[in-house]
């Protein structure tokens, strides 16, 4: 599925298709708990960046809170020789978004992403945490999408909860992710720095576009055989605004 879009502009060609069906919400669903709420912190970094290390090591400490969801963006516009191994171009499409819509003046690495609303260097962990505050101060936090693993077909069951007022249309993606790729999988002057990446993305997976009312997505993510887990995003398709997000395990994930 191709979806043409502001937060979607150069991603299609880089993006699966998600295998996904929508059911009604069943009384087992209704469990599964609401009012729960996230913040997404989208770090875009590089392999060749000097300040990367500290972003992610950030990136790891506070996603050690439940209600942080952390992922690591590789972008490849600084990769020279044999580096690049990891990076992604819909990474650096995503970026290239966020710089228009928060109007960064340019593209950067360590840049973070705070529900999409918010970007601030990574590695400065005094402005971060007070990023994070001045969220959780205004309120209106992204859902939690609540996934349910081990579905009969093998697949997963993810709740998306009542949006209310919005757009009326928001995107739905699949990021597979790394938890802590192997230091042998960089390349180039990486090898030279500790690094400690986390949630790096593999992959990107389109899911289409809901209509922000309460229902079950039933998707199956394909493995691309480096992920050993996954993150659903929901963005208002005009803002860009994260409005809910979830992490589940792939139920045999690629070691």
């Not at 500290?54 to 020789?81: H, P, Q, T, W």
């Not at 109007?103 to 601030?120: A, I």
């Not at 994070?132 to 992204?142: D, F, H, Q, T, V």
């Amino acid at each position: 599925m191709v979806i043409s879009g502001l937060m979607l502009l150069p991603l299609a060609a880089q993006a699966q298709e998600a295998d996904y069906d929508f059911d009604s919400v069943s009384e087992d669903a209704q469990a599964w708990g609401e009012g729960q709420r996230v913040i997404l912190l989208q770090l875009y970094n590089s392999e060749s960046c000097p300040f990367c290390p500290a972003a992610e090591r950030n990136l790891k400490d506070l996603a050690a809170d439940s209600s942080i969801i952390g992922v690591s963006c590789m972008v490849d516009y600084f990769d020279s020789g044999k580096s690049g191994i990891l990076s992604r171009p819909f990474c650096q499409a995503q970026q290239d978004v966020y710089v228009h819509m928060l109007r960064t003046g340019s593209n950067y690495t360590p840049m973070l992403v705070m529900n999409g609303t918010l970007q601030m260097p990574g590695q400065d962990l005094q402005k971060v945490s007070k990023g994070i505050k001045s969220l959780r101060g205004r309120g209106g936090l992204p859902a939690n999408i609540q996934i349910s693993t081990g579905h009969e077909t093998g697949g997963y069951d993810a709740l998306l909860p009542d949006i209310g007022e919005g757009s009326g249309k928001y995107v739905l993606r699949i990021t597979m992710v790394k938890h802590a790729p192997d230091s042998s999988l960089f390349g180039g002057a990486v090898k030279q720095r500790e690094r400690n990446p986390y949630n790096i993305a593999t992959s990107l997976i389109e899911g289409g576009i809901w209509d922000g009312k309460k229902r079950v997505w039933s998707m199956q993510p394909k493995p691309d055989g480096i992920a050993d887990g996954f993150i659903v995003t929901v963005q208002d398709q005009t803002s860009g605004v994260v409005v809910a997000a979830g992490q589940a395990e792939l139920v045999s994930p690629v070691r």
